[in-house]
């Protein structure tokens, strides 16, 4: 068939969740194709509540390749979003739509151009680790759409090369990222430990500290330390190899004690080393260290931890609780320290899961108003509150890797034309 000839649109939508590194990722031996200096393990938070949908659409009409993200139109020149488009186009197979009548043989992956419209239901570039959702859903968007036979650990390693986070994001529930030896970059990929249902119990609570874009960027925060950090040198050669078997331990059979003690600690030492890093990078503000000391607290007063936190390049603090009823004691807590602004709706101020509003008895401002100090803080010490210093939070779980969204409504690239709707 004569491509050229034609004037339809084939197009593919599909929705990716972000991940959350309980074992960071922290510095490359490569740049370009971005690989890792240790092995990273993440949890998969929930898509319903944080994920990035992307439409991909191919077209003769199409003059150039184009991307819009939330809307606005961005460029495709940079060279990670090239590397993932040139390897996923390498992997074309023939596509035949015979509801349409669209046949696009593997050779005409070449010379057809894709437009590409991308909506995160978060902020981004805000430390939610939008890169890893975004360039994930762009690799498994495209390698729909071209019909790319190759198994999910193996897009992993294309989503890679868009960002490292992204490949963690190919894969529902608990992943890791294995870093690999070989120079090309072929065994540096992601494999699934367990499924999102094998330890459904967790609960994860975000603290949204702030939503503005951040300082230094993951990837020359962690360049910077690559060069100037011993303390790295140190943590990827002694340190993240016994905490990853001991963290695969952990989740195998959900071990929570020692999965929150190898997380807080592994957290911890991540942001040791940006310090460590000269100059040094500060991620963590003031409402990050309160947060620390409120779980630590806690968890020292209750014998076991109830539970982990964990904050990626930036203030935002991400806790994961045993169970929904450490959850609901958490979410009293965190809404004691850290009320809304007097003018806020609750509603507005607790998103994702907001049944845990209800099993904490929280219906509205005054009951937040109401919330009795945490029994761990010793009598006679006032407790300072800090209304404001978080803008909000999300509730939310482990949840499932990519999906194809079939439903032609949720396509972000109008049908007709390829351009954004
Ligand atoms: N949906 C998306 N599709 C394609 N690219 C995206 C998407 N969302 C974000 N990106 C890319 O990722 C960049 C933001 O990455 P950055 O690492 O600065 O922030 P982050 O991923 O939100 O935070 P962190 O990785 O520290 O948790 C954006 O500027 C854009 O280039
Ligand atoms: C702190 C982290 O979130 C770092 C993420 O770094 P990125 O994946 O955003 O960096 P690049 O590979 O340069 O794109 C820890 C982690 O996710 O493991």
């Not at 894969?171 to 249902?197: C, H, N, P, T």
């Not at 949840?399 to 194809?404: F, K, L, S």
Request: hydrophobic letters at 35%; proline letters at 5%.
């Amino acid at each position: 068939m004569a491509v050229e000839a034609e004037k339809w649109v084939h197009m593919v939508t599909a929705q990716t969740p972000t991940n959350i590194a309980v074992i960071k990722y922290w510095g490359k031996r490569d740049e370009t194709l971005i690989l890792p200096v240790n092995d990273s393990i993440s949890v998969t938070l929930d898509p319903d509540h944080l994920c990035t949908t992307t439409t991909v659409a191919v077209s003769p009409s199409f003059d150039r390749d184009r991307m819009w993200l939330n809307g606005k139109e961005i460029s495709l020149s940079g060279g990670r979003f090239q590397s993932c488009l040139r390897e996923v186009r390498s992997r074309a197979s023939d596509v035949e739509d015979e509801e349409n009548g669209i046949k696009i043989a593997k050779k005409d992956w070449e010379k057809l151009h894709l437009h590409i419209a991308s909506y995160n239901n978060f902020p981004t570039a805000a430390g939610l680790a939008s890169s890893a959702a975004g360039l994930a859903c762009l690799v498994f968007s495209l390698a729909k759409l071209m019909n790319v036979k190759e198994d999910q650990s193996k897009l992993s390693a294309i989503a890679r090369q868009g960002s490292g986070s992204a490949c963690r994001s190919l894969y529902g529930g608990f992943v890791k990222w294995i870093m690999g030896k070989d120079e090309d970059g072929r065994d540096s990929l992601a494999v699934q430990l367990a499924d999102e249902k094998h330890w459904d119990d967790l609960v994860i609570i975000i603290a949204v500290v702030s939503s503005r874009q951040k300082e230094t960027s993951s990837t020359s925060g962690m360049r910077e330390t690559v060069e100037t950090s011993l303390l790295l040198k140190h943590r990827a050669k002694e340190i993240v190899p016994k905490r990853i078997l001991k963290m695969e331990e952990a989740i195998k059979n959900r071990d929570f004690t020692s999965f929150a003690q190898l997380t807080c600690a592994d957290s911890n030492q991540f942001h040791a080393v940006c310090l460590d890093t000269t100059p040094p990078i500060f991620y963590m503000n003031d409402t990050s260290h309160r947060i620390i000391s409120i779980v630590e607290k806690w968890n020292r007063s209750e014998g076991t931890p109830q539970v982990a936190y964990t904050f990626d390049a930036g203030p935002n603090a991400v806790m994961i609780a045993h169970d929904r009823k450490a959850a609901t004691l958490l979410l009293q807590r965190l809404l004691f320290y850290f009320p809304p602004n007097s003018d806020t709706d609750l509603n507005n101020y607790i998103l994702g899961d907001k049944s845990i509003l209800q099993d904490a008895g929280l219906e509205g401002i005054k009951d937040v108003e109401g919330l009795p100090p945490p029994p761990e803080i010793k009598d006679g010490i006032p407790s300072q509150k800090y209304k404001g210093d978080v803008s909000y939070f999300i509730c939310t779980r482990p949840g499932r890797g990519p999906v194809v969204l079939s439903n032609k409504k949720q396509a972000l690239l109008n049908p007709e034309n390829g351009l954004p709707k």
